[in-house]
T-cell receptor, first 114, second 114 residues
Framework: GAGVSQSPRYKVAKRGQDVALRCDPISGHVSLFWYQQALGQGPEFLTY????????KSGLPSDRFFAERPEGSVSTLKIQRTQQEDSAVYLC????????????FGPGTRLTVT | DQQVKQNSPSLSVQEGRISILNCDYTNSMFDYFLWYKKYPAEGPTFLIS?????DKNEDGRFTVFLNKSAKHLSLHIVPSQPGDSAVYFCAASARGGATNKLIFGTGTLLAVQP
């Protein structure tokens, strides 16, 4: 079956621009996570949705980062006024149930801020 | 403060031999541990996991061992194959929070030489 998909796969933004990154989770998966992976590091948690409810946004690095999942399926991560330190791979993951630990990752969006 | 540590950035083994990847953690609240495998330009792929109530879990060529007293886990791959060459991430999660977010290590690059 279809896995988690993300678009765009690559995004180059000039410093100060706004970007929007899309995630299509596996159909029927209740839980959706966003992670940020800097070069040479492991993924770091940004935010979590259970259906349309954003239950944890403790990992968002600043108020320039905003995420939504209005209908409980597709999610968008928006970064306003991008800075160079925002350059990273943004990974989306989904899991079937909130009690599930196994998360299934998309291929990521590589964001480069110039 | 790195709660999950993978102290070996890279490992090289011969095809057919055993690969042992190590991971240490500091948070005693972690109760579930996972290994993910990542190829370049792809998202992490779930490989194997273990609950804190067990000390071993086996799946084909992959075995994960957990030593709770030492806060240490390891992934054994036997026999190693060239297709196993990838970055391996150790991840941990703690029950009881609002989310089963994963805390990742920095990864170990495994190279299996033919």
């Amino acid at each position: 079956g279809a896995g988690v998909s993300q678009s765009p796969r690559y995004k180059v933004a000039k410093r100060g621009q706004d970007v929007a990154l899309r995630c299509d989770p596996i159909s029927g998966h209740v839980s959706l996570f966003w992670y940020q992976q800097a070069l040479g590091q492991g993924p770091e948690f940004l935010t979590y949705f259970q259906n349309e409810a954003q239950l944890d946004k403790s990992g968002l690095p600043s108020d320039r980062f905003f995420a939504e999942r209005p209908e409980g399926s597709v999610s968008t991560l928006k970064i306003q006024r991008t800075q160079q330190e925002d350059s990273a791979v943004y990974l989306c993951a989904s899991s079937l149930e909130p009690v599930s630990y196994e998360q299934y990752f998309g291929p990521g969006t590589r964001l480069t801020v110039t | 403060d790195q709660q999950v540590k993978q102290n070996s950035p890279s490992l090289s083994v011969q095809e057919g031999r055993i690969s042992i990847l190590n991971c240490d953690y500091t948070n005693s609240m972690f109760d579930y541990f996972l290994w993910y495998k990542k190829y370049p330009a792809e998202g992490p792929t779930f490989l194997i996991s273990i609950s804190s109530i067990k000390d071993k879990n086996e799946d084909g060529r992959f075995t994960v061992f957990l030593n709770k007293s030492a806060k240490h886990l390891s992934l054994h791959i036997v026999p190693s194959q060239p297709g196993d060459s990838a970055v391996y991430f150790c991840a941990a999660s703690a029950r009881g929070g609002a989310t089963n977010k994963l805390i990742f290590g920095t990864g170990t690059l495994l190279a299996v030489q033919p």
